[in-house]
């Protein structure tokens, strides 16, 4: 609440007191017994109303008597005929919302206004019955409204028209009817009501799309009086547009030249709006982009803040898509990092990164260092991830960028602030091996003097898997050591776990390792001490934990073979007796798997939380859960795991989708099941294929799910056979087949009999693009050119008509599942030729290399250059036949 | 849509809050969040310059006038420009009503004029009136000059 501010200043006296100093609600309340009195005091009447939105607006609410209290006494003051007032009352009785069979308390008394002679009774009693109103009442007052939406008075006809917006959303159905008078209102004189009608109409009509266009095309020929309707209309123009991307002919686009036409408009915000549509357009063109990118980089200067913001936001989202054409704007930009507010130095900034060339780097990062010191953690963050782009861009930058990190790391920040930035780090030491040495030493450096234990024993995890493998792994082992001394038992503890990965890894560390593991059985921690007491076992070779070097280094590297929820579970339900525990009887099967969903949010390469190598985290997931079933267990490496294909409709009973497992010899169907219906448990789930149509695949086992319960979605498998290393393609059937059995569902037991059951699934195909990984090459023409032309093939094919050349190339990139590279999936629209790069590994771990050359006719006739290289002629020539069979 | 309209004094104490399509458990976080983007911020700012945000898909324009700092919350149509046009027009009708930039007490004295201008400026989220003079005499119940 309020406090009295008392201030040292000529106005003391003015200052003294507030006037809602100790305000009650209480007394409040009792103070509103005035608008009882039969000769009403106006003046006190208002101010108690005061004090009751004062209460209301700092968050004080009323209880329902209270509020009903109030709401009968506030009509009361419907008989008084003082103007201020009356304002006040309207107000009061919008803040109370009265229920619905309160409401018709004031019915009359408003209707009564609503034909007043005054125009300001009118429109304010518009508002308030629009605000209190229901169904019912609104048909009694429908003809009101729609005279009201012509009238004559502008704040009469801005009152109806808002109401209908708000009615839109509860009766739509009535609002709809008054199309005409809203029309007619989009042609008033007046801006406002100009403004507002034009929303209305555009609502009520936003599903038919004709409409909207025609209403655009003529809007856009008449003439717009009030600025915030033509940024509506820009508006509704791109969507038009946008809706009609597909059909329109090559040539020039529709509307282009209102909306260039926009930019030079008197009003600030119709201008920007226009500039902002335009970039936005798709495949927008760079010409039609330089006269909005021309006033976009003129507002950069602005001395209006919210200008300058507007434009610094809008250049930092073309920079993704055409960051060439923003380029022209550097210089501008660059003086916006020192501006005051730090939203526009922070865009600012990020855009620079994203248009800055390998040259402007240098000069670019000691801004930023002078800049770094005064935001906060959250912009920081951005600027961090901004730089980890950047330095992925430009490898040869990397180590001008990795300095910059290993400064900002040791300085002053959060949590979530130096996660960014150590995230960034281990991304970069992964992507780029020369970055690799002096990224490890800034992460050593980091934890001698971190107070997060979660970064520090993430770091030491990662320094054990990278650090052996460095041309001096010896110089890690002293950060590795002073942790053991100097931190807490959980930091400890990761430090020894290192410390034993050194020393299997690395033959002439082990007897330093050795002494060093020796020294930590005195640790004061029991984990830590049990640690070294292990590692020394196994790293000493006594055969009584491990028995081989292998062996040593699957202990230490590999993971736990059983999920960690199952042994929770066995953990906590082992009673301490003679017999010890058994890791073998934890129960390997997964019960839930959230994989599916887990994969969609996976996308963007999350540092440290991910395993050190592989391209997807999820692989590994898969991987690690396939060889944990014993009936898949021998079919080797997993090669790729498709994303989850969709069998059912969104909604139904049961909600299936399928995840393709490809091996060198085997495919495996990971089918993810869902059972929606609370009153249902099924048991014995199982897939039946039929896979006629799939003539190379032969079914080899399978793994039933033997309960699927209510909400808990659980995994059944399916095997298939075939030829290794041949991408076989084919169609597959699918049944859900099951047991269902009633659930009562006061007790959640299921009943003993079950009824047989089947469900029928969409069709599964498995593709020639399931056996090419995507892979990112961060310079295509270098590892072009590495490649070299011995196993190259060449070849052209006709693509047929096509509606477009940006369907043409999709088609291709879909085809073919591989990695398009340097942006070269994105197409200017009307270019009438194209050259896309991609970059996969097919079956096999064969890298493979293709540069697509597209050309388009006059008649839309495709034809399309296909050069493919790779470290093998026969992968070439296969990537040719799926081209040329899909 | 206008989310929140919220007047604070120096110390970020609440004087005026109105949330539209707020639901009540987001309120306090906005609240606060505000609070925190204006205590970070305004200091040293001049009246009526404006400040600007985002956050998520939302913008924030904010402001100080007199003793009283101003923010404005707004999403998909109402952007920062649609905004700062909203901000423009409360700064003008809250100095209007207190004919300066208002000190604490001179804002809750005039507070049920500044909560009659403020229903005419923004109404469940839509801004609906933008001129001050037009505004200054409808919380009179007087028509518009023009008129």
């Known amino acids: 609440m309020a406090q009295p501010l008392v201030k040292k200043d000529d106005d003391r006296d003015d200052e003294e007191y507030s006037p809602f100093l100790g305000i009650e609600k209480g007394a409040v309340l009792q103070e509103a017994r005035v608008f009882n009195d039969p000769q009403l005091d106006a003046r006190r009447c208002s101010q108690v109303i005061t004090k009751l939105l004062y209460l209301l607006n700092q968050g004080e609410t009323f209880t329902k008597v209270e509020a009903t209290e109030v709401f009968f006494s506030v009509t009361k003051l419907f008989q008084s005929r003082d103007i201020g007032l009356r304002r006040m009352v309207y107000l009061m009785i919008k803040e109370l919302s009265p229920s619905a069979d309160e409401v018709i308390i004031v019915t009359s008394s408003l209707m009564k206004d609503m034909n007043s002679k005054t125009d300001m009774y009118r429109a304010n009693a518009i508002r308030v019955l629009c605000r209190i109103t229901d169904g019912t009442l609104l048909t009694q007052i429908e003809r009101y409204l729609k005279q009201a939406i012509v009238d004559k008075n502008p704040v009469v006809a801005s009152a109806a028209l808002v109401s209908g917006i708000h009615l839109l959303q509860t009766n739509p159905e009535i609002v709809k009817r008054w199309s005409n008078e809203v029309q007619e209102a989009v042609q008033s004189r007046a801006a406002l009501v100009q403004f507002h009608a034009l929303a209305l109409l555009h609502q009520i009509r936003q599903n038919d799309r004709l409409a909207v266009s025609k209403l655009v095309t003529s809007l856009t020929r008449g003439t717009v009086r009030s600025p915030l309707a033509q940024c509506l209309l820009i508006r509704y123009t791109s969507q038009v547009i946008r809706e009609s991307a597909g059909s329109t002919q090559a040539g020039d686009r529709p509307f282009y030249d209102y909306l260039e036409g926009c930019l030079r408009h008197k009003a600030e915000m119709v201008i920007f709006e226009a500039a902002r549509a335009i970039t936005e357009l798709h495949g927008v063109t760079n010409r039609e982009l330089t006269p909005a990118i021309t006033v976009l980089q003129l507002f950069l200067s602005s001395s209006k803040p919210v200008l300058r913001f507007a434009a610094v936001r809008t250049l930092n989202k073309v920079a993704m898509t055409h960051p060439m054409a923003v380029t022209n704007c550097n210089i501008d930009m660059e003086s916006l990092i020192s501006d005051q507010n730090r939203s526009i130095a922070t865009l600012a900034i990020t855009t620079l990164l994203k248009t800055g060339n390998e040259s402007s780097v240098d000069r670019l990062m000691k801004q930023i260092t002078n800049f770094m010191s005064d935001i906060a953690d959250e912009f920081k963050i951005v600027v961090v991830e901004a730089i980890r782009s950047l330095c992925l861009k430009f490898p040869l930058k990397y180590r001008a960028l990795m300095n910059f990190l290993s400064n900002i790391l040791r300085e002053e920040g959060g949590f979530e602030y130096k996660k960014a930035i150590v995230d960034s780090i281990v991304i970069l030491i992964r992507d780029i091996p020369e970055a690799k040495e002096s990224g490890l030493l800034h992460l050593c450096e980091f934890i001698e003097d971190c107070e997060f234990t979660y970064l520090s024993t993430q770091i030491l995890h990662f320094l054990g898997i990278e650090g052996p493998r460095t041309s001096d792994p010896s110089k890690y082992i002293r950060y590795i050591y002073n942790r053991v001394h100097l931190e807490n038992a959980t930091v400890r503890a990761s430090a020894v776990s290192t410390l034993a990965k050194f020393g299997a890894m690395v033959d ?285 093939h060449v070849d052209e094919y006709g693509l047929g008509q096509r509606e477009s050349l940006n369907e ?79 | 849509m206008i989310l929140a309209v919220l007047f604070a004094n120096s110390e970020g104490n609440i004087l005026v809050e109105r949330f539209n399509g707020v639901p009540a458990e987001e309120r306090l976080h906005w609240r606060s969040f505000l609070v925190k983007l204006g205590a970070d911020n305004l200091k040293g700012v001049k009246n009526e310059e404006l400040l600007v945000a985002c956050h998520k898909s939302v913008y924030i324009v904010y402001t100080v006038l007199g003793d009283v700092s101003i923010y404005i919350v707004g999403k998909d149509e109402y952007d920062e420009l649609a905004l700062s046009e909203v901000i423009f027009v409360i700064t003008s009708a809250v100095k209007d009503v207190c004919g300066k930039p208002p000190t604490e007490r001179l804002f809750l004295d005039k507070y049920g004029r500044i909560c009659l201008c403020l229903d005419e400026i923004v109404w469940k989220g839509y801004l609906e009136n933008t001129e001050k003079e037009r505004i200054k005499r409808m919380i009179r119940l007087r028509p518009p000059t023009e008129f």
Not at chain 1, 818 to 824: D, L, R, S
Not at chain 1, 851 to 878: C, P, Q
Request: contains cysteine.
């Open chain 1, 508 to 792: 002439s560390l082990k007897p330093r390792v050795f002494i060093l593991l020796r020294r930590c059985l005195f640790d004061s921690d029991d984990e830590v001490r049990d640690r070294a007491t292990l590692y020394l076992s196994t790293l000493g070779g006594d055969g009584c934990v491990v028995e081989t070097d292998q062996d040593v280094k699957d202990f230490l590297f590999g993971s736990l073979d059983v999920p960690l929820v199952n042994l929770e579970t066995s953990l906590k339900n082992y009673e301490a007796s003679e017999e010890p525990f058994d890791i073998n009887s934890v129960p390997k099967e997964i019960k839930s798997q959230p994989l599916a969903e887990k994969k969609a949010q996976s996308k963007k390469p999350t540092g440290l939380g991910a395993p050190p190598s592989g391209p997807a985290s999820t692989v590994d997931a898969y991987e690690k859960m396939l060889s944990s079933i014993p009936e898949f267990s021998n079919f080797g490496k997993l090669f790729k795991s498709s994303a989850p294909v969709e069998l059912t409709e969104a909604e139904t009973e049961y909600a299936v989708n399928v995840v393709k497992h490809i091996f060198d010899r085997h495919v495996v169907f990971q089918y993810n099941c869902t059972n929606t219906i609370p009153e249902q448990l099924l048991e014995n789930v199982i897939v039946a294929v039929d896979a006629s149509d799939a003539e190379e695949f032969t079914e080899v086992g399978s793994k039933p799910l033997r309960s699927l319960p209510y909400d808990t979605p659980g995994q059944t498998f399916l095997a298939f056979e075939k030829p290794e290393g041949v991408p076989a393609v084919g169609k597959f059937s699918n049944t859900l087949r099951f047991i269902v059995k009633e659930v009562d569902p006061t007790t959640g037991e299921a009943e003993e009999d079950g009824v047989e059951d089947e469900y029928q699934l969409e069709d599964l195909e498995v593709v020639a693009a399931d056996y090419i990984l995507k892979d990112q090459v961060l310079n295509f023409r270098n590892a072009w050119e590495t490649m070299g032309p011995d196993c190259e």
């Open chain 1, 808 to 886: 043409a190339v999709s088609a291709v990139i879909s085809l073919l599942g591989m990695q398009p590279c340097e942006g070269t999936e994105v197409i200017a629209s009307n270019s009438r030729s194209h050259t896309c790069l991609l970059a996969g590994v097919y079956i096999g771990n064969v890298k493979v290399l293709v540069r697509l050359s597209f050309g388009i006719d006059s008649s839309k006739e495709v034809a399309m250059k296909l050069v493919v290289r790779s470290e093998d002629v026969t992968v070439s020539d296969a990537i040719h036949e799926i081209v040329a069979s899909g």
